[in-house]
């Protein structure tokens, strides 16, 4: 690398730490964690968005895991020299002012190292801040021909690239670091700046230099799925890529990356197996209610793709600090048996893109499907779309696109998300709930009526927007519910189940619309009521409604299918007993082929695989995966927040839209339909 694009993603990688700092102090101020020094570490505020408070949160809770246990054990050690911390890439990190606050470094010190530019700021700042200089106590300006920032007597700042190892291991020895300590080494977001090269060399000189130590590591990993694509994406644009992801793709290959070089002990995990398994319930729950969320699919789709590592030398702190397996999170080896192949629908030059998510769509007629609301581009910004779109077969097979406003008098379409669509006829449609924000629900029932001069198709056809009922319709107040067709009587009803509101994270009730009438009526439904969810998928069959998975009561994904059966008198709730058991996940979709329940695409959290295509007979019980093979899909296919279409004669299934707000990195928008070709499955039979 030249020494010019050398110092370029340098300064990148520096700015990453700007990033960090405001996310940081953004975190503490609303609350999430106690850190009255971020604030002071930064020379401005900026409010982040809650999903990055919570991505921020988990990591803080993360270190501060290993930190606060580390500490506990050296203190414990009669007649042992003073614990160190040395925090490799620490930028602004409070981690000193924190620790000195709580009173645990009157055994213990602290050493910091990153870019001469960056410590150098640092420094800088706590001598102009009173607050922070009356924590550090009496102090020295460092030495700059020693890489020395900041110096007081439980706390040093040194400027340093970590890539030039020598001087790195001479300037530490200088300040004062005694490398026969218990030593506690922290890299949040680093190693994966570094060159693969570089970082193994940093890796490797740590165990060999630290006989008694603890090497703890937060970064990025599981490259090759959608949102890992569009992570890598986000940090080239940066000009600070990721390095060594694909050489260490996942925790097993992480853990085996240190025990070969020269690491005693290692364990790893991802974000969610710590967030659900070393956080109290009570302590989740709290975070949980700090701010409105409604982004739960790329909350657990970022804890995915990082992990917290931790390494060990020496015996005194191998057992006691490597997190111990658990089994209140099992993993799940999601094998596939078969493959779905995925194709590219329509292109641009075939009419305007399905840009959104969170939307929902409707199959017309056979040769016409309907998708409206949801979140997505619209006039070359984000927003919650306005426009209907439709998509359409000509005699020539192919699937066009055509955007359409609502037209004439009647209602304004309000661009809601997560809601539910239902045909009545191939002229008219039932939308029930959905929000307008995670405050503010899509009230009332509306019915969308389209009208065109022509035979079937969609050139000049026109969209009526009226409401079908009260705003009070108290039912109608929750979003992420479903709606499904039912039979009671030989009558036609709409049971909606489930989802959530403003009120209620969850909610387990459930409401019957009679379609003739569009009155609220009651059905007896008997039978154990299923604990309460949202984001599942629900299919009609048989003449009642088949319900998997989706987010349960804590934000816990679900593996339960139900079946709410038709009796001489109402409903009964059955579980369906599913041989394997499926993995939990929600955000899918889900159709009913030839006695089969396919469940499509969503997001789970206790496979490292990608969801593709589960398919569960409902005679037997029995389920098999199929993976989604995008080989013909030019880009990332994020299939969550989705829709999905079935054409039971072609044996297809059309996939539409999908994609979110992936923390950080952007926001992504699968830009065409998709067809997956389930041929194969007729031909099993």
Partial sequence: MRPRSRESRAGAVQSTNDSSALSKSSLAARGYVQDAFAALLVPRTARRAPLIHRGYYVRARAVRHYVRAF??????????????????????????FR???????????VWEVDFPDVARRKADRIRDTPELCALTGPFQDGDAALALCFESLDYRVLGLDLRQLQ????????????????????AEAVLTYLEPDNAAALITWAAQRFPNALFVVYEQMKPHDAFGQFMQ??????????HGLDRFPDVEAQQHRFLQAGWT??????????????????ERRRMENLEPFDEFEEWHLKCSHYFILA???????????VFPPSEEFPRVNSSPSGIFPANVVTSDSQGPSLK?????????????????GGFGEQEGRHCRVSTFHFLSRYYDFEWKGKQVCSWRTGAQWDGRLYHTMTRLSDARVLVLGGRLSPVTPALGILQLCFCNSDDNSTEDLNVTVTKAGSEEDSPLSRWRHSTTEVSYENQKYLFVYGGRSVVEPVLSDWYFLHVGTMAWVRIPVVGETPEGRHSHSACSWQGGAIIAGGLGPSEKPLSSVLFLKPTSCGFLW???????????????????LHGKLLLVGGVWIHSSSVPGVTVISLTTGLSTEYQIDTACVPWPLMLHNHTSILLPEEQQLLLLGGGGNCFSFGTYFNPHPVTLDLSSLSAEQ
């Fill in 311 to 321: 390494a060990s030398t020496g015996d005194t702190l191998s057992q006691t600090l």
């Fill in 167 to 186: 001087r790195l291991d001479q300037a530490l020895a200088t300040a004062g670091l005694d490398t026969a300590a218990p030593t506690l080494l922290l």
């Fill in 574 to 592: 059955e579980s369906v007993d599913i041989q394997p058991p499926i993995t939990p996940r929600y955000s899918h979709t889900a159709h009913v």
């Fill in 265 to 282: 002990a290692c364990s790893a995990m991802d974000m969610n197996e710590f967030y659900r398994c070393f956080l109290p319930a009570e």
């Fill in 233 to 242: 994406q986000h940090f080239r644009q940066l000009n600070s890529p990721l």
């Fill in 356 to 372: 959104r998510y969170g939307h929902a769509s409707v199959l017309l007629s056979p040769d016409i499907i309907l998708s409206a």
């Fill in 71 to 96: 500490l506990e054990r050296t203190r414990a050690a009669s007649g042992a020299p003073r614990a160190q911390i040395l925090s490799l890439g620490a930028g602004s990190d409070s981690l000193y």
């Fill in 99 to 109: 620790l000195k606050t709580a009173g645990l470094l009157a055994s213990a010190a």
